[in-house]
Structures are given as structure tokens and as C-alpha cells.
């Protein structure tokens, strides 16, 4: 089902209750009502999933709610260790991240112990100045030691003509980029309209921006690109090194102290202990064994759909029909009684 088709669908069943309240629904309403209940719906399947005790017989069950989501979710995807104190490694969750399915850490080990080198990563944060000095783009180019690795055209071939969409060359530089980067948020830290690159060595990037003068003329810039080196601590190791993969045991952190200091519930190499918080997944080691990488399965955001930008809601048909059932119960309970009646519907949503 298309955004179209919602949009169409949502105003024939209000009209049956209210021809008049149908012409006051506006598309940017019917969107937000939508997206609210598109990651409620997602919120829902996830609650419902940890909800489950872990027996065999309940992997169908697990299957098909995993399925009603199938469209959010990304699977092995990896993360750099990061030091966050002696045998405490981090990695930083993704930025489209809302919900962990699984996580499992890669352990160097040999028969003689773990060898692990700990070096210092070169981080930088590229201040990106054309969202504020620019109003419209014909074409951007981003390029990394000269080299282009984004061209706007390539996705958009007429630019950004509308100054409220520019924001859209965001999203398209992080999903379509081969370098680790972040946009405003990095290591728990907020960097208002910066990318952050993340890589062990430097490097330089340029920006390339065209406009169209009054005249109808283009006129191309090369944007000013501001860089701060921030250091992280990483872990490097040889390619001769041996590993093995070996899931956590996603801990909370107000049960951490004693798990971490329970003789039988410690961390050990079989099932690290893990937690989340602050934007990261902490994994705890001890002097037998070290993680060199994170590996996740996670439920990623639902895009915010938009009946202006023609962006359809992220789900299998299934669980959209059942979202968008809700959205209607509930813009008929607004349009029939504005508070109470709205109200009580949305607590009995709230509560299924």
C-alpha cells in the first residue's frame, strides 16, 4: 500500500462518519498520525518479542512477529571495539538504530592467551556549512583526497529545488557513502551540523556545491571545510590473530554490579556480558579473553513517511493494513469528540 493509497483510504472512512471533517484532515496530519502509530506498531512487535520466554516451542512465535517487521530490520552488521576502560570495549550503535534484536562480539584467543595492541584512532568532524548558507542545490560533490565519493545528481538529477527538502542530502550522504560517518551525533557527544568521519589515518575532504544565480546561470563553490581531530582509543590486531564468534547476555545495567561479581553469572568468553546505554553497546571482558569487534542485528527507524515527498511507510503490507486501521479508529474518535472520546481511544490502543 502506497502513501497515495493510505491517504485515499484514511479520508473514504472518515467521509462515512463526517463528509465535512474529511476536508479538514490536512496531508501533513494524516501523516504524523501515521508515523505515530507506524513506530508504535514497531514498539509493540519488539515489546512482545522480549516478552516471550526463551523456549524452543516459541520460535515460530518469534519468527512471525520478527516477520511483520521484516522491512526494518539489518542484519550483521559490524562495529569497531572501542576502549572504554580496562576490559570495558564499547561500539557506537548506528544512526537509524532503535531496537536490538541481537549482538555477538568476534574474541581473539590462541592457545598461548590473547594478544591485543591498543592504539590511538584518528576521529574528525567535518563542519558542513552549506545546510545554513545555502537555500536550493543544483549539485554537491563531496570528495575525499580529490576523489568524488557522493554526487548529488546521481540520486537526485534536478538537485534540491525546494528549500525545505534540503535537509533530504543528509540521509543521502549517510546511506550512500563507503566511509564510517555520523551526522550531529557521535560517541554519546552532540556536533550541531557536523559529520564525523571515523578512520585510523587522516584525511582531507572538500565540498563542491552549485546554485543557480537570478540569472539562471550556475555558479559552483568550493565550500570551506572545517576539521577537529577527536581521539578515540581502538583495538588493532594482526591478521595472524584467531577468533571466534560468541553471543552476549544483554544485562541491565541496574543488575550490572552484581552480575559482573557473581561466580556463575560473571562475564566469560562463552557469553559475554553486555549492556546498552548512551548510544553504544559496552561488552565486558576479562583477562581470558578480549573482543576485537561487535556484530548486531537491530530494528532500524521507520522513515517518516510523507504524502508531499511521495515516501511510503517502511512495512510489509500486513502490518501496514493493521496500522493503518488504527490510524483511522483514531482520526474518527478526534473528529467525533476532539478530547475525550480521542482520549479514551488512544488508551485502549495503548493497552492492547
Known amino acids: 500500500m502506497t502513501i497515495d493509497e493510505i491517504h485515499i483510504k484514511v479520508r473514504q472512512d472518515v467521509q462515512k462518519i463526517d463528509s465535512h471533517a474529511n476536508g ?10 501515521l508515523n505515530y502509530y507506524t513506530k508504535k506498531f514497531v514498539d509493540g512487535v519488539v515489546g512482545k518479542l522480549r516478552g516471550l520466554p526463551a523456549a524452543p516451542t516459541d520460535f ?13 530490520q539489518v542484519k550483521n552488521h559490524s562495529l569497531a571495539a572501542y576502549v572504554a576502560e580496562e576490559d570495558v570495549v564499547y561500539g557506537i550503535l548506528p544512526n537509524d538504530y532503535r531496537h536490538l534484536i541481537e549482538d555477538v562480539s568476534e574474541i581473539n584467543y590462541d592457545c598461548r592467551g590473547v594478544v591485543k595492541n591498543q592504539v590511538d584512532a584518528s576521529v574528525y568532524k567535518h563542519l558542513l556549512p552549506f545546510l545554513a548558507d545555502y537555500e536550493t542545490f543544483v549539485e554537491i560533490e563531496l570528495k575525499k583526497e580529490g576523489v568524488v565519493f557522493f554526487k548529488l545528481t546521481d540520486y537526485l538529477p534536478e538537485g534540491i529545488t525546494d528549500p525545505e527538502s534540503k535537509y533530504q542530502v543528509v540521509n543521502l550522504i549517510l546511506d550512500n557513502t563507503p ?23 587522516q584525511y582531507n575532504i572538500s565540498y563542491h556545491i552549485t546554485t543557480k544565480n537570478a540569472n539562471g546561470s550556475n555558479i559552483t563553490d568550493n565550500v570551506s571545510v572545517v576539521r577537529q581531530l577527536i581521539l578515540n582509543k581502538i583495538y588493532r590486531y594482526n591478521t595472524t590473530d584467531k577468533y571466534i564468534k560468541r553471543p552476549n547476555r544483554l544485562t541491565k545495567d541496574n543488575n550490572l554490579n552484581y552480575v559482573l561479581n557473581h561466580p556463575f553469572e560473571k562475564t566469560i568468553w562463552e557469553f559475554p556480558v553486555s549492556t546498552l546505554g548512551n548510544g553504544r ?21 521507520p522513515i517518516e513517511a510523507s504524502k508531499a515527498r511521495s515516501v511510503n511507510v517502511e512495512l510489509p503490507d500486513a502490518s501496514l493494513q493493521l496500522v493503518v486501521e488504527q490510524l483511522i479508529v483514531h482520526l474518527k474518535g478526534m473528529i467525533q469528540d476532539p478530547t475525550w472520546q480521542t482520549d479514551m481511544q488512544h488508551n485502549n490502543l495503548t493497552n492492547q
Open 24 to 33: 479538514n484532515l490536512l496531508d501533513e496530519e494524516i501523516d504524523f498520525h
Open 281 to 301: 553497546l559496552y561488552v565486558y571482558e576479562d583477562n581470558k579473553f578480549k573482543v576485537r569487534n561487535l556484530i548486531i542485528d537491530y530494528i532500524k527507524e
Open 179 to 201: 566511509y564510517n560517518i555520523y551526522w550531529e551525533n557521535y560517541d554519546g557527544k552532540y556536533f550541531p551540523r557536523n559529520f564525523v568521519f571515523t578512520d585510523t589515518t
Open 60 to 72: 515460530q512465535g518469534n519468527q512471525r512477529l520478527l516477520d511483520s517487521i521484516s522491512t526494518l
